[in-house]
Nanobody
Framework: QVLLKESGGGLVQTGGSLRLSCAASGRTFSRYAMGWFRQAPGKEREFVAAIVWNNTYYADSVKGRFTISRDSAKNSVYLRMNSLKPEDTAVYYC????????????????????????WGQGTMVTVSS
């Protein structure tokens, strides 16, 4: 069974930092695009960051504050979040998929290029003001 398990969420004050982890099991994900998405209460799920081999992509709202990285040996991907703001409050989801990420009109877009599209159960991040 292929699984993604997120951890590292919690409650933090404005300006604080958190590091989210996503551990993959069931197959090796080094050849797949790994991404972080988030969903705030009452809002749609939105893209946060992605890493494809050594190429990284970030939403404008997190650029310069968040850093995505991966450790292929540990089959894991991470999201370092600094200078957190209340608007970063959301459930953060890890995604592994056959996706192609690219910039379009200044935004990060992606297309599915295969059948693999796996999501974790999410981890809650709450930033207090």
């Amino acid at each position: 069974q292929v699984l993604l398990k997120e951890s590292g969420g919690g409650l933090v004050q404005t300006g604080g930092s958190l590091r989210l982890s996503c551990a993959a099991s069931g197959r090796t994900f080094s050849r797949y695009a790994m991404g972080w998405f988030r969903q705030a209460p009452g809002k749609e799920r939105e893209f946060v960051a992605a890493i494809v081999w050594n190429n990284t992509y970030y939403a404008d709202s997190v650029k310069g504050r968040f850093t995505i990285s991966r450790d292929s040996a540990k089959n894991s991907v991470y999201l370092r979040m600094n200078s957190l703001k209340p608007e970063d409050t959301a459930v953060y989801y890890c995604n592994a998929g056959e996706k192609e990420y690219y910039y379009c009109s200044g935004y990060v877009c992606y297309d599915r290029v295969g059948d693999l599209d796996i999501w974790g159960q999410g981890t809650m991040v709450t930033v207090s003001s």
